[in-house]
């Protein structure tokens, strides 16, 4: 076989690749403008409560917060509200924009998988057996 038909194979190969889609370009990841946020700034109770771990008392406190201090100027600054952690920031960060409109529409709940472990047990403390309190009751 020449080199000639072996680039002419190639290039045949190449465009009936890319008509079939077997080389077309990854699809694009969500980017910035499509991703579903919650302007902490300007967002209602309600529309705060969509978030994940988000009550409508939590949303209240934002709420709060926000009206007696001011705008956010970073979405970190959510912490300083109480029942913020680190823990439920690092859930809700995705999904918080300190500027532009609110485009989350319905609430979002996380995976199964995805909530914090149970805290450990202290030290020296054993978790308690059914034989333990069942004799404990007698």
Same mark, same amino acid.
């Given at each position: 076989m020449s080199l000639k038909s072996i680039a002419r194979s190639l290039a045949l190969l190449s465009a009936v690749s890319v008509t079939s889609g $077997? $080389?077309?370009? @990854?699809? @694009?990841? %969500?980017? %910035?403008?499509?991703?579903?946020?919650?302007?902490?700034?300007?967002?209602?109770?309600? %529309? $705060?409560? #969509? $978030?994940?771990r988000v009550g409508s008392k939590l949303a209240g406190r934002i709420v709060t917060h926000r009206s007696q201090h001011g705008p956010f100027k970073r979405a970190e600054d959510l912490m300083a509200v109480k029942g913020v952690g680190e823990k439920k920031f690092a859930s809700l960060k995705p999904y918080l924009a300190v500027s532009g409109s609110t485009t989350l529409t319905e609430k979002? +709940?996380? *995976?199964?998988?995805?909530?914090?472990?149970? #805290?450990? #047990? *202290? @030290?020296? =403390? *054993? @978790?308690? =057996? *059914? +034989?333990?309190?069942?004799?404990?009751?007698?």
């Amino acid at each position: 076989m020449s080199l000639k038909s072996i680039a002419r194979s190639l290039a045949l190969l190449s465009a009936v690749s890319v008509t079939s889609g $077997l $080389l077309s370009a @990854p699809a @694009p990841a %969500e980017t %910035e403008t499509s991703r579903k946020t919650v302007n902490i700034n300007q967002a209602t109770a309600d %529309e $705060l409560a #969509r $978030l994940p771990r988000v009550g409508s008392k939590l949303a209240g406190r934002i709420v709060t917060h926000r009206s007696q201090h001011g705008p956010f100027k970073r979405a970190e600054d959510l912490m300083a509200v109480k029942g913020v952690g680190e823990k439920k920031f690092a859930s809700l960060k995705p999904y918080l924009a300190v500027s532009g409109s609110t485009t989350l529409t319905e609430k979002v +709940s996380l *995976a199964k998988g995805s909530r914090p472990a149970a #805290r450990p #047990r *202290a @030290p020296g =403390k *054993a @978790p308690k =057996k *059914a +034989s333990d309190t069942a004799s404990a009751a007698k």
